[in-house]
């Protein structure tokens, strides 16, 4: 396929459906609860509902949606690490649109920019150095978000300024990692997914190497996804296909972006710049052991935690918040009381309900205050 419309092809579509249908039907047979599949990514997740492919799913499948999207994982204490440092008069703090909204214990970013912070947003970390360079009086932070897909950009921003002799820039970093984050999941007891739908955007830098531990000892599939439609139902039936089998295994359906081997010279400015932290907190999922990174002491000057003397807040998800339970596939939005009453985009109670990639914004924007059952 050389077009992008080619990848959403109706009869093709339709092609997949059917084969999806049959394959999941002989799976069912024997079985007292649906397939369930878990795709990781939250562009994944916006796939599925903004092109209603989990509407044309027979009820013998259904998805799980992972915690792939960075923004609906951001804990509300680290929030209130940037909002605390967007406070420093001589700061002007930087930040990607969607992190603008995410509530912590403080409020928000968009609420302290309300209050006098001097808040902007920018789209990429070398925006921020641009605007370092510019004003040399100013302090410039940079909210540096992501898993594995934006860590190098930011990498090579931090050997940049170092390069240009930018004295006047910083990172407040929490960049995190996927393959850590799969490994707590599948430790959970009961844990009710099926196999995974693999973030296509990470394995495109980290390669799909590092996800064979899923077959090889959880016994679970895997399969490295592009984002069209077309892609993830080609995934889903290889998932299928798999499951059927009980033949486990790391596939790439994304072969036209993903290498098995990931993007080397994105890896060595990663592996260059950063180190991994002891234990990293994710909203909705507690803490989790070295899922994420935090500038190498070589490169800490640039590190915004040291430079502002930061005490990293800690705040518990707000009572009636059911994230966490929607981010392992326990739950749906819907099924969470606060969804669409308390919480909505408008007013997001919860990370999920932020981001154009969370669940709940998904299932609010295409699916309205529909409930299971």
């Avoid at 069209?228 to 995934?235: A, G, K, V, Y």
């Avoid at 935690?305 to 981010?327: I, M, S, Y």
């Amino acid at each position: 396929m050389r077009f992008i419309d080619e990848f959403r092809d109706p009869a093709l579509a339709e092609n997949l459906f059917a084969e999806i249908a049959v394959t999941a039907a002989r799976i069912a047979a024997g079985r007292d609860r649906p397939v369930t599949i878990m795709e990781v990514c939250g562009g994944h997740t916006h796939t599925i509902f903004r092109y209603a492919l989990e509407a044309r799913m027979p009820e013998t499948i259904q998805f799980a949606h992972g915690p792939g999207c960075p923004v609906c994982v951001l804990p509300r204490g680290r929030v209130d690490d940037a909002i605390a440092i967007a406070r420093h008069k001589e700061v002007i703090f930087t930040t990607f649109g969607d992190a603008m909204r995410v509530p912590g214990a403080q409020g928000s970013l968009i609420q302290a920019r309300a209050a006098g912070a001097d808040i902007r947003l920018v789209y990429s970390p070398l925006d921020a150095l641009a605007l370092a360079k510019a004003n040399p009086d100013r302090e410039v932070v940079f909210f540096a978000l992501g898993f594995e897909t934006t860590m190098p950009s930011t990498a090579l921003t931090i050997l940049r300024a170092a390069r240009s002799n930018i004295k006047n820039f910083s990172l407040l970093c929490h960049h995190i990692t996927i393959i850590p984050t799969l490994r707590a999941l599948l430790e959970q007891p009961d844990f009710p997914v099926d196999g995974f739908i693999g973030p296509g955007h990470v394995a495109m830098v980290i390669g799909t190497r590092p996800f064979q531990f899923l077959p090889e000892e959880f016994g679970q599939p895997l399969v490295v996804s592009g984002f069209e439609p077309l892609d993830i139902l080609q995934s889903l039936l290889m998932v299928l296909r798999q499951i059927e089998t009980g033949k486990p295994q790391v596939e790439n359906q994304y072969r036209r972006v993903v290498p098995e081997d990931g993007n080397k010279a994105a890896m060595a400015a990663v592996a260059e710049v950063y180190e991994t932290r002891p234990e990293c907190e994710w909203r909705g999922l507690g803490t989790i052991a070295e899922s994420g990174v935090r500038l190498a002491p070589a490169w800490e000057v640039y590190d915004a935690e040291k430079r502002f003397d930061l005490t990293l807040h800690q705040a518990p998800d707000p009572e009636g918040c059911r994230c966490n339970d929607v981010l392992v596939g326990r739950i749906r939005p819907w099924d969470c009381a606060a969804f669409g009453t308390i919480c909505t985009p408008e007013n997001p109670l919860g990370a999920l309900m932020v981001s154009s990639e969370g669940a709940c914004a998904a299932y609010y924007q295409y699916q309205g205050m529909k409930r299971a059952g």
